[in-house]
């Protein structure tokens, strides 16, 4: 996590971490504690707001794909078709990774996504965090912020770890599209509001409810 004077933020891996890292540590003169990706029930003692990034979890998924194809680290769970990746993870029942636990997803019904986004949320889910960077509207998102919180260096957001792929809808059909909102359903539903996706409506399933959201790019859903 990035610690400024002013708020916190909450890294999440594949949802502009580098970028953001780097901007608030030159813009708001923040400084680096603990390792990596911290769970933001850690921080929430620093009596500071919290800021995390988020990111369309259909887009999330093939950013990440593109991200592990060559890392040696996830050589046990990377396939390169991407469906056949899905649901090798959305099925794995074992803990492969201190941070990736698919046996506790798979007890939760939940993904990979789901479970990292847990970490913003206490053990009921209430969530955590106060002002949210959405990835596809960095630069507009952080000017919001900087009108709460003025930036001490006034800098733009460099991008770094870009991962290169096709847009991410290219990757997607029905079946993939349907098994995607049912594991990661209860982070669609907190944050419906800020997600935009390519797909439209999408069917109602049997353990899935459509709910008219104020985003009419995107369903809202819950669980029956």
Not at 72 to 95: A, P, T, V
Not at 165 to 170: A, F, G, L, M, V
Not at 201 to 206: G, H, V
Request: contains cysteine; hydrophobic residues 35%; positive net charge.
């Amino acid at each position: 996590m990035i610690v400024t004077d002013k708020f916190i933020y909450i890294r999440l891996q594949k949802c502009a971490s580098t970028t953001l890292t780097r901007y608030f540590t030159d813009a708001y003169n923040g400084k680096a504690e603990g390792e990596g990706h911290v769970p933001a029930i850690k921080a929430i003692d620093r009596k500071l707001p919290l800021v995390a990034s988020i990111r369309n979890p259909f887009e999330w998924y093939v950013s990440w794909h593109a991200f592990i194809k060559n890392d040696k680290r996830y050589e046990e769970i990377y396939h390169k078709n991407f469906k056949r990746f899905m649901i090798g993870i959305y099925s794995r029942k074992e803990r492969c990774f201190p941070w990736c636990d698919f046996s506790e997803m798979n007890k939760q019904d939940i993904g990979v996504y789901t479970f990292r986004y847990k970490l913003m949320c206490t053990d009921d889910w209430k969530p955590l965090i106060k002002y949210w960077i959405r990835v596809r509207y960095i630069d507009e998102d952080l000017e919001k912020l900087s009108a709460v919180f003025p930036t001490i260096n006034k800098i733009k957001a460099k991008r770094y770890n870009r991962s290169r792929h096709q847009d991410y809808s290219k990757y997607y059909d029905g079946e993939l599209i349907e098994l995607v909102f049912r594991k990661e359903r209860r982070i669609i539903n907190l944050y419906s509001d800020l997600f935009v996706t390519k797909f439209g409506d999408i069917p109602d399933y049997k353990t899935l409810k459509f709910i008219p959201t104020r985003n009419k790019l995107l369903p809202r859903y819950e669980v029956q």
